[in-house]
C-alpha cells in the first residue's frame, strides 16, 4: 500500500477518534473549558509517553524540530482550546465542521510554513468554504456568533499546526514525539486553571474525560501519521469523515438537529474540500 492510501485511511480514522472525542467532552456535562482541556491532553501526554519510553530512539528530539514543536504545540492548543468551548456552546456537528475548516487554514499557512503554492483552483475552493462557514456561524449581533467564531478561530489553530506536523514529518521527526510534545504543552498551559474556577468531578464525568482522552490520543497519532504521510492537499478532504461522525452521534445520543442554514453550509464546505480533492487528482494524472 503507497503512502497516499495509508494517509487516507489514516485521516478517516482520525475523523472519527476525533468526533468521538467532541461526544465525550459533550457528555463531561458543565465543567470549564480548560478542565475539559487538561484532563483530555494528560491521557494523551500519558499514552505518548509510553510509547516513547518502549521505542528503540526513546525521548531523543531532533535538533532542527525544537521551533516546529513548540508552533505545532502553541496553534495546536489555542485550536484545542476554542474547539472545545465551541463544542460546550453549539450543536457538536456545527463545531466540528468549523473545526474542518482546518484543512483549508492549512493550505493557507503551507505557503508559509512549506512553501507549497496552492493554485487558482484551489484558491477559489478555500475561499468557498469560508463562504459555507458563514451559513454555519450565521453573523449576527448575539452571543450565538461569537461562540461560532471561537469554532472558527480553533479552526484556523488547528490548520496551522497540521502545517507545522507535516514540516516536522518532511524532517523526520517522530509522530510519538510531535503528540506528546503537544499533550504536555497543553497541560502546562491548561494546568494553573485548575486552581482557578475548577469544579468538583463526578465518577461519570471523570470516565467520560478520560474516554475523550483516549479517542483523542488515537486521532491525534492518526492524523499525525496521516499527514507525515501525504500533503494535505491530497488527503484532507476525508478529514471531513469526522462531521458526519459527529452528526450521527449528536442526532442518536443527542437529538441534535442542524438548521437548514448549516446543513447548507455544510454542503458547501464539504461539496468544496470535494471538488478541490477531485481536482487534485485529475491534474495529478495529466502531469
Not at 489553530?157 to 510519538?176: D, H, I, N, P, T
Amino acid at each position: 500500500m503507497n503512502d497516499k492510501k495509508q494517509g487516507i485511511i489514516y485521516i478517516i480514522m482520525a475523523g472519527f477518534f476525533f468526533a468521538l472525542m467532541t461526544f465525550f467532552v459533550r457528555m463531561s456535562g458543565d465543567l470549564p473549558t480548560m478542565q475539559k482541556a487538561f484532563f483530555r491532553n494528560a491521557v494523551a501526554a500519558v499514552a505518548a509517553v509510553i510509547l516513547l519510553a518502549k521505542s528503540d530512539e526513546g525521548f531523543k528530539i531532533k535538533n532542527d524540530s525544537w521551533k516546529g514543536l513548540f508552533l505545532r504545540s502553541f496553534f495546536g492548543t489555542t485550536g484545542l482550546i476554542c474547539n472545545f468551548y465551541a463544542v460546550d456552546h453549539l450543536a457538536i456537528a456545527d463545531a466540528n465542521i468549523l473545526n474542518k475548516l482546518s484543512p483549508f487554514f492549512a493550505i493557507i499557512m503551507s505557503y508559509f510554513v512549506l512553501k507549497e503554492k496552492a493554485n487558482r483552483t484551489e484558491w477559489l475552493c478555500v475561499v468557498t468554504a469560508f463562504i459555507g462557514a458563514v451559513f454555519v456561524v450565521k453573523p449576527s449581533m448575539n452571543v450565538q456568533f461569537l461562540n461560532a467564531m471561537i469554532g472558527v478561530i480553533g479552526g484556523f489553530g488547528a490548520g496551522v499546526a497540521y502545517s507545522f506536523v507535516r514540516k516536522l514529518g518532511k524532517q523526520g521527526e517522530r509522530g510519538s514525539v510531535i503528540v506528546m510534545c503537544f499533550s504536555v504543552f497543553s497541560c502546562i498551559v491548561t494546568a494553573p486553571f485548575l486552581f482557578v474556577g475548577a469544579k468538583p468531578m463526578s465518577a461519570y464525568q471523570i470516565v467520560m474525560l478520560l474516554f475523550a482522552g483516549a479517542a483523542a490520543t488515537g486521532g491525534q497519532l492518526s492524523i499525525t501519521k496521516a499527514y507525515t504521510k501525504a500533503p494535505a492537499k491530497e488527503i484532507s478532504v476525508f478529514d471531513y469523515s469526522q462531521v458526519i461522525f459527529a452528526a450521527l452521534l449528536g442526532f442518536v445520543f443527542l437529538q441534535q438537529i442542524p438548521d437548514y442554514l448549516s446543513v447548507i453550509g455544510y454542503v458547501i464546505i464539504i461539496g468544496s474540500a470535494i471538488f478541490k480533492w477531485n481536482y487534485n487528482l485529475r491534474h495529478e494524472e495529466n502531469i
